[in-house]
């Protein structure tokens, strides 16, 4: 069964600290794919990116960076220079081909979160 | 920008009620989900639907059901709400395009039963 760890529940920073939020994940699948979604106070989830398990690219989008590292089977986000607007949860998710999913194929399973507060 | 929208964002009832919680999107996804958040922020997949027709139940065991009649509408109902189903409910939906298509999600429907 697929499943995903955020070890950090609650992380606090000040604005323009640099801030890492982890994610580790386990599968069967050789072909899988990776997201992130942040998730404001408004409640809704907002898809911020997806990597595919054939890709281990790094990838930078203004101030957000993913490192992707199948061998320790993690895809960590991190933020440069922290800003107030960044305050939200993070969800880590994973999505497998196949019956091994779950919930029948293609579902997404969450990690349990991280929040972040950046203080001003 | 996700065109789902979900109804009322907020809703207090009394126990025993029935009460149903509205999802739509304008997109043309096939694909819609039903997720339950907890207050440790954790989501559950409660119910699924791969298109019209089609309800699927989830990880999580739910006492609700969904009806799927409308490609674009995939409402929750509760036929009696407890205090137990408060919670927050998060409805999905994406493209018929595998396990490599992102899921749009709607704004919520945080539910309190008194």
């Known amino acids: 069964a697929q499943k995903v760890t955020q070890a950090q529940t609650e992380i606090s920073v000040v604005e323009k600290e640099d801030v890492t939020l982890d994610c580790v994940y386990e599968?069967?699948?050789?072909?899988?794919?990776l997201f992130w979604y942040k998730q404001p106070p408004s409640g809704e989830l907002v898809f911020l990116i997806r990597?595919?398990?054939?890709?281990?690219q790094n990838e930078i989008s203004g101030r957000y960076s993913w490192n992707f590292q199948k061998s320790t089977s993690s895809f960590n986000f991190t933020i440069t220079a922290s800003q107030v607007v960044d305050s939200a949860v993070y969800f880590c998710?994973?999505?497998?081909?196949?019956?091994?999913?779950?919930?029948?194929?293609?579902?997404?399973?969450f990690g349990k979160g991280t929040k972040l507060s950046v203080i001003p | 920008e996700a065109d789902i929208y979900q109804t009322p964002r907020y809703l207090v009832i009394g126990t025993g009620k029935k009460i149903t919680l509205e999802c739509s999107q304008t997109?043309?996804?096939?694909?819609m989900y039903w997720y339950q958040q907890d207050p440790g922020m954790e989501l559950h997949l409660i119910h699924y639907s791969y298109g019209v027709n089609s309800t699927e139940k989830g990880d999580l065991s739910s006492e609700s059901t969904v009806s799927r009649i409308r490609t674009e509408h995939f409402p929750l109902t509760l036929e009696s709400a407890r205090p137990s189903h408060t919670s927050q409910y998060l409805c999905?939906?994406?493209?018929?395009?595998?396990?490599?298509?992102?899921?749009?999600f709607g704004q919520g429907t945080r539910l309190t039963v008194v």
């Open positions: 998710a994973l999505s497998e081909d196949g019956p091994e999913s779950g919930a029948g194929s293609y579902q997404l399973t």
């Open positions: 997109m043309g996804h096939d694909k």
């Open positions: 999905a939906s994406s493209e018929w395009g595998g396990f490599n298509t992102e899921a749009f």
């Open positions: 599968t069967r699948d050789t072909t899988y794919y």
């Open positions: 990597r595919n398990s054939f890709d281990e």
